[in-house]
Structure formats: C-alpha cells, structure tokens
C-alpha cells in the first residue's frame, strides 16, 4: 500500500501480512465538503495492524532533531510549534471492536508498546454513559495508556473526522534542576462544525505530556480485528487546523499541507 506524500515508506502490515488491509476508491467517506485524497484505506487483519515512517524532510518546521539510544533521531514536533493531524475514521460494525490512528516512536511502521498519542475508538475505555464515543489515548514509557472519552458518538457506517493538535512548549531558559519539566498540551476535536479556518473555540478533550515523551516519528492504524470493519481516509499533517481541514471553498493560505494521505 504506497501513495500519498510526506511519508518515507509505504504503509506495512504488521509481520508482513498480505491480506485484510486494502486501498481502494470504493465506497467513498465524506465530510462536510472536506477534500478528499483519492483512496480508502479498509480494515483489518487478525488482530494485526500497519503503519508507515513519516519523512520529515518534508516537515523541516515541525521537526527536531534529538539524541535518542546513542544517535541522532529526527522527531516530529519542534519547540513552540502546533502539529495538527486530521483524519476520517469509520467504524462499519456495531461492536466493540478498536478503531484507531497512532503517533509512536518504534523501529517497526506498525503499531508496538511505543504507541504515544492515538486518536479512534478504544473498545471498553471508551464508552461515555453507556455509549460507545471517539476517544484520546496517550502513554508515557513504563506506564499505562490512558483512554480520555469524548460525548461524540461512534455511529456504525457514518464517517467521523477526528483533529488532533500537539502544542509544543518553548525551550527552557537552562537545564538547572530548579527548570519545571517542559509540558505539552495535546487536544481532540471531533466532528468540528467549520473547516479550511481556525481552530474550533474548545477541544472535545484535552490532557498534558511532558515533552520529551513526544519522541515520535511513525504513524499506525489499527482498523479492526478481521476484514472490512473499519475504514479511514484523508489522514493529513500539517502546521495548522486550516492545513489538515482544507475545503474548495475554504482554501488554505500555508495549503498544501504535507500530508500522510493513502
């Protein structure tokens, strides 16, 4: 599965695997007068899911440079920027089965412990007065995931677009052990009302990770344990809200944005 820009590799399916996860141009996903790169991306596989290694080359402002296991790594993200990524998901199945789109920093495309920030639907975790709802998920190194559930509703067969902003902090003024550790804020909007503009006044859900547990470089999905039972399409990373959203009628300034599109 290869396709779309900004990414240094094709999409690979966990232990190579040839079957479940397919690109096609049918059925199509709509929202709202989005525009839409051509392909969808259909899952799943056997509990398996797929992944691609960004360039972020092609990212130079929302990129950094760190020291990472002895050698120098390029990661997503650079002090006192906002990285925006949009995607359409569409669960097909009532169940409660996991859905979703993930940032990690593996060595591996697909989907590992090393997920950091993932944005879908999360099985159990994520349920809001006993209905299944769009959720955030974030991890530190060592510890659990943490489910943070929207009121959004995932409706079986309706796609919904799901926007996820990551506000990097400033660098420190110094490495004095007095320095509190810098924090990034990391918001979910779902199903926002205006595209191709600025961001939405409140986040459906929003929480906090120190900075340096953002060290990711790679972007997975998981689509469902079995074939056609969920799909995505018009995954975008870019600078700002109006770059990830783009409509005919609503172009943006900083457009095109480079993009993770199937």
């Given at each position: 599965m290869a396709?779309?820009?900004g990414l240094a590799s094709p999409w690979e399916v966990q232990n190579k695997a040839r079957g479940g996860y397919t690109v096609s141009t049918q059925p199509e996903m709509a929202y709202r007068g989005l525009l839409l790169p051509p392909g969808v991306i259909s899952g799943g596989d056997a509990y398996q899911s797929a992944g691609r290694h960004l360039d972020l080359s092609a990212l130079p402002g929302l990129?950094?440079?760190?020291?990472?296991?002895?050698?120098?790594?390029?990661f997503l993200g650079k002090s006192a920027t906002t990285v925006y990524l949009a995607v359409l998901?569409?669960?097909?199945?009532?169940?409660d089965q996991a859905l979703?789109?993930?940032?990690h920093g593996a060595g591996v495309p697909w989907l590992t412990d090393e997920q950091v920030v993932s944005v879908g639907f999360f099985g159990l975790p994520s349920q809001h007065d006993g209905r299944r709802v769009w959720s955030l998920l974030t991890r530190q190194e060592g510890q659990k995931p943490v489910v943070?559930?929207?009121?959004?509703?995932?409706e079986p067969g309706k796609p919904a677009l799901l926007v996820l902003a990551i506000h990097f902090p400033p660098e420190p003024p110094s490495a004095s052990t007095t320095t509190p550790v810098p924090v990034a804020r990391i918001?979910?909007?779902?199903?926002?009302?205006?595209?191709g503009a600025g961001v939405p006044a409140?986040?459906?859900v929003s929480t906090t990770l120190p900075a340096d547990a953002l060290r990711v470089h790679t972007v997975a999905i998981y689509l469902g344990d079995a074939p056609l039972q969920g799909s995505l399409a018009a995954l975008r990373i870019g600078p700002s809200f109006a770059s990830v959203t783009p409509t005919a009628d609503r172009p943006a300034a900083d457009r095109p944005a480079p993009a993770t599109e199937p």
């Open positions: 396709g779309g820009k990129s950094r440079t760190a020291d990472h296991n002895g050698g120098e790594v390029t998901l569409q669960k097909s199945e009532d169940s979703f789109v993930c940032l943070q559930p929207t009121t959004a509703p995932v918001e979910l909007f779902v199903n926002p009302a205006v595209l409140r986040p459906d």
